[in-house]
């Protein structure tokens, strides 16, 4: 098989504890490239958990996570570090916009690590904060933009160095009914124009029913 049939990333037999407290068990799944997936549970049932592995935001007990044919399990934290940065996008709840930088700096946050910001990656910035409505916006700060707003500039930031893999961590939990709808929307846009995969742990059924597909972590996760 070759590298662009395979799975972009895989998850093999994962197990994750917090102490006495089993969190995976066994849990495999395969993301593919340009997938939408809503990872969906009660409150318990290890989508974050599952979520921040596949993102390289923790270390899995027993098992392997393998993106792109390279295993997560044997990066030192410097490595991961910049794997997540080259290579992961994260939206979550709470926007985690800087207050002291506007709309345009915010975006270009995740660039910093790897050097000087370009003229070509400024005018891509510009060019994705022009797709999501937000070009009247660069030099605002966010405490002048709406919680809609915010998390837009959140998708943005999150797109800047092109990754494969977008994963959204109950990015509508804080929004109205109909904000969330428009940036689910905006999510999937994204998703189908750039080619990058998305994975949204959600509680809303409405949101998850937009996805190509739906994994219950119920049935994910094996019993102990």
């Known amino acids: 098989m070759s590298s662009s049939d395979s799975p972009l990333l895989q998850v093999e037999n994962i197990t994750k504890s917090f102490g006495e407290v089993s969190v995976l068990r066994q849990v495999s799944l ?3 490239r340009g997938d939408a997936l809503a990872l969906v549970g009660p409150s318990g049932s290890g989508k974050s958990t599952l979520l921040h592995l596949m993102g390289a935001l923790d270390v899995a ?3 392997q996570i393998v993106y792109q044919s390279q295993s997560l399990g044997g990066m030192s934290e410097d490595e991961r570090a910049q794997f997540r940065n080259r290579e992961m996008g994260f939206i979550f709840q709470a926007h985690r916009l800087l207050p002291h930088c506007n709309l345009l700096e915010n975006v270009l946050l995740p660039v910093f690590p790897q050097g000087k910001v370009t003229a070509e990656i400024e005018e891509r910035a510009k ?3 022009d797709q999501v409505g937000l070009s009247h916006r660069l030099d605002h700060r966010p405490g002048q933009l709406s919680g809609g707003e915010c998390q837009r500039t959140a998708c943005v930031r999150a797109l800047i160095n092109q990754p494969g893999l977008l994963l959204a961590d109950e990015p509508t939990g804080a929004l109205d009914k109909q904000t969330a709808d428009e940036l689910v929307d905006l999510l999937l846009s994204l998703n189908r124009n750039h080619g990058t995969a998305l ?4 509680h809303d059924p409405d949101v998850a029913k937009k996805m ?3 994994i219950e972590m119920d049935s994910l996760n094996a019993p102990a």
């Open 30 to 32: 395969a993301i593919e």
């Open 212 to 214: 190509d597909r739906i």
């Open 127 to 129: 060019s994705l904060i």
């Open 199 to 202: 994975v949204v742990v959600t």
């Open 61 to 63: 007990d027993s098992g």
